[in-house]
């Protein structure tokens, strides 16, 4: 099993930045944040394989988030510029259980707790 766990979430203006963090427990395996809307399934925001070489993201969010990792420090990083009131949501990390990753929520076995972004506007 990996343990996952995501710092970083708050509450941050229209426009504005945020990083949110993920520490795991083994930095054997794909990585991938995935976000959760009021009433609604997790969707896929953005993807890392464990070299680093293969990123994806949601249409949404391409070309505002930036996902990275450090398999040293077993940390995976979400960057988020210019926030909009529709990005609120719960934000997940989630490992695929493979040094592999794709577009589809399915394909993350582990997940962590969760961390809220809320932006106001």
């Known amino acids: 099993q990996v343990q996952l766990v995501e710092s970083g979430g708050g509450l941050v203006q229209a426009g504005g930045s945020l990083r949110l963090s993920c520490a795991a427990s083994?930095?054997?395996?794909?990585m991938g944040w995935l976000r959760q809307f009021p009433g609604k399934e997790r969707e896929f925001v953005a993807a890392i394989s464990w070299s680093g070489a293969t990123t994806y993201y949601g249409d949404s969010v391409k070309g505002r988030f930036t996902v990275s990792r450090d398999n040293a420090k077993k940390m995976s990083y979400l960057q988020m510029e210019n926030l909009k009131p529709g990005d609120t949501a719960v934000y997940y990390c989630a490992a695929s259980g493979t040094r592999l990753v794709t577009t589809s929520t399915g394909t993350y076995v582990y997940w962590g707790q969760g961390t809220q972004v809320t932006v106001s506007s």
């Open positions: 083994s930095s054997d395996y794909g």
